[in-house]
């Protein structure tokens, strides 16, 4: 989805607009957020909301050195959330 069809030309995305993803690493077993659009970005952390603290922190000023330097940033994808969901 382009950023015309998301919100506009001038829609700026935030940190919110991002589905950040949060598992467990088999080896360490320490916790590690990644967001799909993003893919060379990645925390790791001793708990699941550090983690996912600590991407959020460093993905906020990844957007702001993009829009700083006239980049194009990667819209969001859609995912599911509960309120989207249909009962069966």
Do not use: I
């Not at 050195?65 to 599911?80: F, I, K, L, S, W």
């Amino acid at each position: 989805m382009d950023r015309e069809a998301w919100g506009g030309a001038s829609m700026r995305y935030t940190v919110d607009d991002y589905a950040l993803l949060v598992g467990v690493d088999r080896e360490s077993r320490e916790f590690v957020a990644v967001v799909r659009e993003f893919p060379s970005l990645s925390w790791v952390a001793g708990t699941r909301v550090d983690a996912a603290a600590g991407l959020r922190e460093v993905l906020s000023e990844v957007l702001s050195d993009m829009y700083a330097n006239g980049e194009d940033v990667p819209a969001p994808q859609r995912t599911p959330v509960l309120n989207d969901l249909q009962p069966a």
